[in-house]
């Protein structure tokens, strides 16, 4: 049922997100989206130059609200950075068992449109999985990963989205959880691995002051 209330512009996003996510960007015609909207295409077309433009701004709608997923998630998780980390991918190991569940639409996407790769949809797309590698960073950051911060935010993005693609193969969401027993292993052995790193540079500095 139409939310008459929104803005005209919201309700065709939220159109587009319905539609994508059921039969994918490419099965889905304009006259879909318009009619789901309860608009006509002219309509639609002042609100969106294009379908590949609604297509960005569908994504570009989604990157705020799934990083505070991961945020909440996060934050929700008892325990140390590695067991908070290892609780995103145990809560979309959950999201994975919902026979509605579909992975990363950001990833279906990219692969809708793998023969564009200027396509604006996949510059939303990657500019979200880049502020996602960012924030692990930082968090990992504070955690004690050194120098390893930024190395290893890029290995769990390999890890999460890795997961997302063999989840959705085999239809089996296990395999998430897998992933965030071996993102924590990860993450705990980056953090030592630093910490051992800065505990020897600390001896040589205070070595070499004893020479002086």
């Keep these: ?6 803005p005209t512009r919201e309700r065709i996003l939220q159109a587009a997100a319905k ?20 608009v006509t295409k002219r309509t639609l077309y002042y609100h ?6 609604l297509i960005a701004a569908h994504l ?6 799934n990083l505070s997923f991961f945020k909440r998630w996060f934050e929700e998780t008892e325990g140390d950075v590695p067991e908070k980390v290892a609780g995103i991918f145990r809560q979309l190991a959950q999201s994975a ?12 996407t990219s692969v809708e449109l793998i023969n564009l790769p200027g396509h604006p949809a996949l510059v939303a797309a990657r500019a979200h999985k880049k502020r996602v590698e960012e ?10 990963a050194g120098n390893n911060a930024l190395p290893l935010a890029r290995q769990i993005m390999l890890l999460l989205d890795g ?14 959880e897998t992933a965030a027993d071996a993102v924590s292993d990860l993450i705990r052995g ?17 070595e070499r002051q004893e020479t002086v």
């Design 163 to 176: 997961s997302f693609s063999v989840v959705l193969l085999h239809r089996d969401p296990s395999y998430m």
């Design 135 to 144: 924030w692990l960073g930082s968090a990992l950051t504070e955690a004690g």
């Design 1 to 6: 049922m139409r939310d008459r209330s929104l």
């Design 19 to 38: 539609l994508f996510h059921q039969d994918g960007i490419r099965a889905i015609s304009v006259d879909a989206i318009a009619k789901k909207a309860g």
């Design 60 to 65: 570009q709608a989604r990157d705020e609200p």
């Design 48 to 53: 969106f130059r294009s379908k590949d433009d």
């Design 97 to 108: 068992r919902s026979a509605k569940w579909k992975g990363c639409g950001f990833l279906r």
């Design 190 to 206: 980056s953090i030592s691995s630093a910490n051992a790193a800065q505990h020897s540079d600390h001896a040589k500095s205070a």
